[in-house]
């Protein structure tokens, strides 16, 4: 069987690019008969906002999705993301950096408390020196924690998905299929976003946004009478 999942910050409101990617993810996993996780990338903590999980998982609800199991919270995970950095500090696949600069060669730096993993063309950050686990290391150890089978996301995380890959293969991890969907943009070009002022979805218009969205992604309007009645 398989399984999807939508994986909000909770750093504000949802936006119209958050109702696309989550609604891509949903359709992908409801029309194969699969279940649909949500899990809380929380380890942000500077940039989350409080009640903003709560606000996300109500808009979900009101927009008529319907997920499996509790919602998986990333700062109750921290253990696990531990576990796997040794693993990677152990391999020697991870080595500690205090670079403070953006570098596109490998760091020669042997102190600091960050650390990072050899990637060809531009090493990445696993642990950051605020002491918060990196994006790249938790979504990696959950999206295998939660038995993700299909990871269907917004094409600004193209970049991330080789990354990904590779911890699985340091991990020892299976990997998921991944599908990324075309960004929603402004008028600007700008992704939609929090920097960009992008509108909380409003819930008044729970109906016509939902069209929109199936519009936006080509997906057929029985799909979406079928999923979201
Ligand atoms: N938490 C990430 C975000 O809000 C999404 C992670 C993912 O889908 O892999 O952009």
Known sequence: MNTGRFAPSPTGPL??????????SYVDARSKGGEWLVRMEDLDTPRN?????MDIL????HFGFEWNGP????STRINAYRRALDRLRRGGHAYPC??????TEPCT???GSRWRVRFPGDDFTVFRSDGIFAYQLAVVVDDA???????????????????????????????PYYRHVPLVVNDKGEKLSKQTLAPALDLTRRNELLDQAFRFLRLPPSQRAELFP
Do not use: K, M, N, W
């Open 145 to 175: 924690y939660q038995g993700i089978t299909d990871v269907v996301r917004g094409a600004d995380l193209l970049d991330s998905t080789p990354r990904q890959v590779h911890l699985q293969h340091l991990l020892g991890l299976p990997t």
């Open 58 to 61: 109500h808009t979900l609800e």
């Open 71 to 74: 919602v998986l919270y990333q």
């Open 109 to 111: 730096c042997t102190s």
């Open 15 to 24: 936006h119209f690019g958050s109702l696309v990617t989550a609604v891509a």
């Open 49 to 53: 906002v409080p009640g903003a999980d």
């Open 98 to 103: 205090s670079c403070t600069r953006t570098t």
